[in-house]
């Protein structure tokens, strides 16, 4: 089965900052990815999807680029509110899967 | 609108059964695939598999399977995640969430909208 792989598996920035975190495949899964941020106690909220496609209602600084096997999910200005934990999810196959995570903190 | 709303939280022994219900409304249910995703106390997602509410027919994770069951009530829109011979290693919050596309469109999904999620507690 292919495995992801997200780095870093955590990190701290200042607000403003651009934030950039990766995710792998193990092997090409073309643009079958998909972006989800969990904030602290609550419940997954869908991001980004087809790799780059940002979900309705998504503020415009998050933004997913890659395809094939290496993608990335940045914030080009990071916000309070961002605070919380990114998981990338992939689907290219009825066998899909996640990520590790990366959990974004404020500096 | 598109809800997803489960059963309340669970507290059972070692060795007990749990059935979480996770019910469908605003959509047609036959329609999209229902997946299940585990999440361990300070853990990440992990994807334990997905229904077919269509056929009924199931596909499971690897390490999921044998102790773990996926059904359907299509006459209340409800899935059903079962879970047998309970660990402690199974405490974790349940959540069921909804393929994007409809099954007619596509196998390969990602999920959208999710339920609130469910506690399952297994302690002595």
């Known amino acids: 089965d292919i495995q992801m792989t997200q780095s870093p598996s955590s990190l701290s920035a200042s607000v403003g900052d651009r934030v950039t975190i990766t995710c792998r495949a193990s092997q090409g899964i073309s643009n079958y990815l998909a972006w989800y941020q969990q904030k602290p106690g609550k419940v997954p909220k869908l991001l980004i999807y087809?790799?780059?496609t940002l979900q309705s209602g998504v503020p415009s600084r998050f933004s997913g680029s890659g395809s094939g096997t290496d993608f990335t999910l940045t914030i080009s200005s990071l916000q309070p509110e961002d605070v919380a934990t990114y998981y990338c999810q992939k689907y290219n196959s009825a066998l899909r899967g996640f990520g590790g995570g990366t959990k974004v903190e404020i500096k | 609108q598109v809800q997803l709303v489960q059963s309340g939280s669970e507290l059972k022994k070692p060795g007990a059964s749990v059935k979480v219900s996770c019910k469908a409304s605003g959509y047609t249910f036959t329609s999209y695939a229902m997946n299940w995703v585990r999440q361990a106390p300070g853990q990440g997602l992990e994807w334990m598999g997905w229904?077919?509410?269509?056929?009924?027919?199931?596909t499971y994770a690897q390490g999921f399977t044998g102790r773990f069951v996926f059904s359907l009530d299509t006459s209340v829109s409800t899935a059903y995640l079962q879970i047998s011979s309970l660990k402690a290693e199974d405490t974790a919050v349940y959540y069921c969430?909804?393929?994007?596309?409809?099954?007619?469109?596509?196998?390969?999904?990602?999920?959208?909208?999710w339920g609130q999620g469910t506690l399952v507690t297994v302690s002595s």
């Open positions: 969430a909804r393929d994007v596309l409809s099954l007619r469109r596509s196998f390969k999904n990602w999920f959208d909208p």
């Open positions: 229904i077919n509410t269509n056929t009924g027919n199931p």
């Open positions: 087809a790799a780059s």
